[in-house]
């Protein structure tokens, strides 16, 4: 019951922290909603010891939080590979905006008083 308790309360300091990273906006709301899953999900891991040990038997696993220590090494596979993918799109984004910056630089945006063609009079005299 000790360890129920310990996962039960980490959870929600969990909880407690993303909050607070949200509020601060340290911590997007897209992030915020993937770890508030995490944080449920680690209450209902601290709740459900019998139903862990009797998946790890059903699969052959021969003690219960192996099975628990594997999925988590699994889960954070998945959420390094979401993160970065995440960054590769930002680091696209980037790119694309320091070279949009760099031809603003090189060709400057026309005043509304300018014309994009020379100032050339091209109509024959009358």
């Known amino acids: 019951m000790t360890l129920e308790i310990v996962l039960a309360v980490t959870a929600l300091l969990l ?31 601290a709740f ?29 596979v998945i959420v390094c590979l979401s993160l970065s993918m995440h960054i590769s799109r930002i680091e696209s984004q980037v790119e694309t905006l320091a070279q949009q910056l760099a031809l603003r630089e090189v060709f400057p945006p026309l005043s509304e008083g300018e014309n994009e063609s020379p100032s050339h009079d091209l109509e024959e005299p009358l």
Do not use: H
């Open 15 to 45: 909880f407690v922290v993303i909050f607070e990273a949200l509020r601060r906006r340290r911590l997007s709301e897209n992030f915020a909603l993937f770890w508030m899953g995490v944080g449920i999900a680690a209450v209902a891991l």
């Open 48 to 76: 459900a010891r019998p139903l862990i040990d009797s998946v790890s038997d059903a699969i052959g696993v021969s003690y219960g939080p192996t099975l628990v220590f594997a999925a988590f090494a699994v889960f954070l």
